[in-house]
């Protein structure tokens, strides 16, 4: 979808769980590319499955169906060894930094440990790594590498966990929500950081979020996720300026807005509540929410179709259709 050659393409990969004897789809029939050096953001409600195709691409676990590969190499299928030797080059920054850490084990143990599993064993060479990584990342070597997680703050923690992703010189990461447990002065440096490390080590990020100006920030395109589908995709500013589906609409109608005498005011927003992923509504997912929705909403699902040059949406009704 970028006209690029991607390093990520999945394509069709859907997560299934067995609930109480219910059979449950997290994500369905999910198709990305994410080019060399791009920032992909991923945005949508709480419980959509943003998290779930980011642990999807990684393996973990691996995809009910479909396919996943990663600069040229189908990962789904592989064993664990030779998924251990790929993640080198595929790493993931977790939701939340502290319980992501071991709390018994020093940072040089844990930002090392990686290093440790693909076989370095030259105990200099792993120091020297461990201490350029943290400097990298703003953490000072000498007072951090033999202290453990409880004795640093949050967006301290964040950081030995960039640094222990980026420790094998990875070219994809996945950040899932880096920055949602932080404070807003925090939020903004590691931000920053990770603007900075993009470009340093030549990155390819997925930006996980549910914060719509960070992702607006931080990504070349943005994909809109409801209910376990992707809905919209487009480039970062149209997507915000011009979004053509009612359910991507109603998210930047949610934003909070600063009036001249200092009162902060929604817009209109969405309406309704999510249904339940175990009874998601027929044709259409988002129809029993949206405020544009028809007959054949109900009868026929939306399939992801291109209106404009890079500008895809999953609707029979596009807000903006093609020109």
Do not use: W
Request: proline content about 6%.
């Amino acid at each position: 979808m970028t006209g690029q050659q991607p390093i990520l393409s999945i394509k069709d990969i859907s997560v299934e769980y067995d609930l109480q004897g219910e059979r449950f789809a997290a994500i369905s029939d999910i198709s990305l590319d994410v080019a060399e050096g791009e920032t992909l953001g991923l945005v949508g409600e709480s419980g959509c499955g943003k998290s779930t195709i980011g642990r999807a691409i990684i393996q973990l676990p691996s995809p009910t169906r479909g396919s996943v590969v990663f600069e040229g190499k189908e990962l789904t299928g592989l064993d664990r060894g030779e998924m251990r030797g790929l993640r080198c080059r595929l790493q993931i920054i977790f939701q939340d930094p502290i319980s992501s850490l071991n709390p018994r084990r020093k940072v040089k143990d844990i930002v090392a440990e990686p290093l440790v599993i693909a076989g370095v064993s030259d105990n200099a060479e792993r120091e020297r790594r461990v201490r350029e990584v943290l400097t990298a990342v703003g953490i000072e070597p000498d007072t951090a590498i033999d202290r453990v997680p409880h004795q640093f703050s949050g967006g301290q923690c964040q950081r030995i966990c960039i640094a222990r992703a980026l420790i094998m010189e990875p070219k994809f990461i996945i950040c899932d929500e880096p920055v949602s447990a932080l404070d807003v002065s925090v939020q903004a440096q590691i931000l920053n950081l990770l603007e900075d490390l993009k470009e340093r080590y030549e990155l390819a990020l997925l930006f996980i979020s549910h914060d719509l100006a960070v992702v607006k920030n931080v990504s070349d395109r943005v994909a809109v996720m409801y209910l376990g589908r992707i809905c919209e995709l487009a480039d970062a500013t149209r997507i915000y300026e011009v979004p053509a589906h009612p359910y991507s609409e109603g998210l930047m109608s949610s934003v909070l807005e600063i009036s001249h005498d200092g009162e902060a005011s929604p817009k209109s927003g969405l309406i309704g509540e999510i249904p339940s992923p175990f009874t998601a509504p027929s044709g259409c997912r988002f129809r029993t929410r949206c405020l544009y929705a028809q007959a054949k909403c109900a009868e026929i699902e939306p399939e992801l179709r291109q209106i404009q040059s890079g500008h895809y949406v999953a609707c029979h009704f596009p807000l903006t259709d093609s020109q």
